[in-house]
């Protein structure tokens, strides 16, 4: 991560020549330094400014997703969870908390892969339509 930080930072840097500008500072150093050469480091230091700004925008977001939250996404969502371990399950032998949190029937142990596989398609369905219109719940 942070190596990733630093190839954008130095991305950055080179399009905007912030490094060149640095040297080309460095070689009219004086002291006391003049006026000129104090406003020449403020823009500089205001172009590391904004590439940094730029940079930490990009790591610093924190994608918790694309959906607001609301019961009933997060309810369909789990529906999704369980069919798709019941699928998986091959001796259809499934935790019947898992079954009751999903609110499913207790008879999904008898269902065959098929059926499994169209309810499957059906709650991803319905997930999808909810969220679409999850700003509204």
Same mark, same amino acid.
């Given at each position: ?21 640095? *040297? ?30 730029y940079v930490e925008s990009k790591f610093r977001k924190l994608k918790m997703g694309q959906v607001a939250f609301s019961r009933k996404v997060g309810d369909a ?19 019947? *908390? ?10 999904? *142990? ?28």
């Amino acid at each position: 991560m942070v190596a990733n930080y630093h190839s954008w930072f130095k991305q950055k840097a080179i399009a905007t020549q912030l490094l060149q500008k640095v *040297r080309e500072l460095e070689g009219l150093v004086a002291y006391p330094a003049s006026e000129s050469l104090i406003k020449k480091y403020e823009e500089v230091d205001k172009l590391r400014c904004k590439i940094v700004e730029y940079v930490e925008s990009k790591f610093r977001k924190l994608k918790m997703g694309q959906v607001a939250f609301s019961r009933k996404v997060g309810d369909a969502g789990r529906v999704i969870s369980a069919w798709i371990i019941i699928l998986k399950s091959k001796s259809r032998r499934i935790s019947s *908390r898992l079954v009751k949190k999903a609110g499913l029937p207790s008879e999904v *142990r008898a269902l065959n892969t098929e059926e499994v596989t169209a309810k499957l398609k059906e709650a991803h369905e319905k997930y999808y339509a909810l969220k679409a219109n999850s700003k509204q719940l």
